[in-house]
């Protein structure tokens, strides 16, 4: 991928698919070890398993396309030359969404919609576990891993436009 050029459709498509990716393998993770996908869906008004898997993929697409505005469109595209370099920025990615994320943004947004009763046991609230901040972080560095993956794969083979540019250019 030294030489991809992109148009920033391209971008955008590519970072779709690679949230859907990345979201699948985080909500298989959670789905599997601590039934979350009420809670997530919960914070949407739907504390189902179906509503959390919507709530989980769209938020997946959505922190996708951060992901590749931030590859694409800062410093961190000189680095983002091969699938493998693209994965290893995904997984710092998916990192740092863990610690803000589960750290800051869940606690906040479970207090907003009033979840006295949560789904799961959720750590640090009383009578939460820690096994489910274990599985959180491992999911998102699984979403990352996924994300960045995919996403350098998709620039990759992806059909190019008439109007191409080259990341480097940028």
């Known amino acids: 991928m030294s030489s991809v050029h992109v148009t920033q459709p391209r971008v955008w498509v590519a970072a779709v698919l690679a949230g859907l990716v990345g ?3 985080m909500g298989i993770v959670l789905h599997s070890t601590t039934n979350a996908m009420p809670l997530l869906g919960a914070l949407y008004g739907q504390p189902t398993v179906v509503g959390g ?3 989980h993929l769209f938020n997946s697409v959505v922190f996708a396309l951060a992901f590749a505005a931030a590859v694409t469109l ?3 595209r000189d ?3 091969s699938v493998a370099t693209c994965a290893g920025l995904g997984v710092g990615y998916g990192a740092l969404l863990g610690v803000v994320t589960g750290g800051l943004v869940l606690p906040v947004a479970l207090n907003l919609v009033g979840a006295t009763a949560l789904p799961v046991p959720l750590w640090p609230v009383p009578g939460g576990s820690f096994a489910f901040g274990i599985f959180l972080a491992i999911g998102h560095l699984v979403y990352g891993l996924g994300l ?3 996403f350098g794969v998709a620039l990759a ?3 190019t436009g008439a109007e191409t540019e080259t990341i480097a250019e940028h």
Do not use: N, S
Request: glycine share 16%.
């Open 53 to 55: 898997w919507l709530a």
């Open 157 to 159: 083979v992806l059909p």
């Open 79 to 81: 680095y983002a030359r």
């Open 23 to 25: 979201g699948v393998g």
């Open 148 to 150: 960045g993956a995919a």
């Open 74 to 76: 800062t410093p961190l």
